[in-house]
């Protein structure tokens, strides 16, 4: 009975949390300040949605292309969708969300929210790099399909399209195919598709993306505490402790210490 109780306490908290981090994607990524749809846009839309449509065509995968402007999706399927029971019917349909949720309803939980905690980090890494550069990197997951007595598993990867001129992220494309090559890759990372270096790893991946230290200073600041108390507490000077915040801050890719509190919360960091 307790196995039980603490099996729904921890799906609870799971579902909780999925929704806190879907809403902080939909904030960071729905209120952009989006300039008014100019043709230049609608080009790079019809572009986008026949990459998608090649895409699932050419892999039998599931392409899907958000329009985070509009907050709508487009959802193209091959044959995958047959066999994971998703998306009947039809090719090709329209939904009006950024999210696939008939898809991750068949994935594991753990993964779809890990995916959508590296896409934060993505989002928040896009906008610091040139605007040339957004075309080179990308998210690539690896999603378990939750129940499967076969382990099956999805291979996913995520491309931001940004608008030339406000330098908005306007579209999102997600590709899944099967994971062929049942890749030990477990949960994912953002990686520069042009010379193939991982800019950042997800927490199982990368648990000392940031150091004992780091993970220690960032925690008392998270208490309420001053770089001068820190520095007391941990026998060491103030010069330290801000070196210490510095390196959290641009590993982090956030402009202050309260969204450096944040992330590492919801990474499970602190």
Not at 104 to 132: C, G, M, R
Request: proline letters at 1%.
């Amino acid at each position: 009975m307790y196995g039980v109780r603490l099996f729904l306490s921890i799906l609870i908290y799971n579902q909780f949390y999925m929704r806190a981090i879907q809403s902080d994607l939909n904030e960071k990524l729905l209120q952009q300040k989006f300039s008014s749809t100019s043709e230049k846009e609608n080009l790079q839309l019809q572009k986008c949605q026949e990459i998608a449509q090649n895409c699932a065509d050419l892999e039998n995968g599931i392409a899907v292309l958000s329009d985070l402007q509009n907050n709508k999706s487009y959802v193209y399927s091959g044959k995958i969708a047959d066999e994971l029971n998703i998306f009947q019917k039809q090719k090709s349909k329209e939904i009006e969300s950024i999210w696939e949720e008939e898809l991750f309803s068949i994935l594991n939980a753990e993964d779809v929210l890990q995916k959508h905690l590296l896409e934060l980090q993505f989002f928040q890494f896009i906008k610091t790099i040139p605007f040339e550069a957004h075309k080179d990197y990308c998210v690539v997951s690896r999603l378990r399909i939750a129940g499967n007595p076969n382990q099956k598993s999805l291979l996913h990867k995520m491309f931001y399209f940004t608008n030339a001129d406000d330098k908005n992220v306007e579209l999102a494309l997600c590709l899944y195919h099967f994971d062929f090559l049942n890749s030990s890759l477990h949960h994912g990372m953002i990686i520069n598709t042009a010379n193939s270096s991982v800019i950042h790893q997800t927490e199982d991946g990368n648990a000392s993306f940031l150091s004992v230290r780091e993970k220690e200073i960032l925690k008392m600041i998270q208490d309420g505490k001053r770089s001068k108390e820190i520095a007391d507490l941990l026998f060491i000077s103030i010069n330290t402790v801000n070196r210490h915040r510095q390196n959290i801050l641009e590993k982090l890719r956030v402009g202050n210490m309260t969204e450096a509190c944040m992330m590492a919360a919801k990474l499970r960091w602190i």
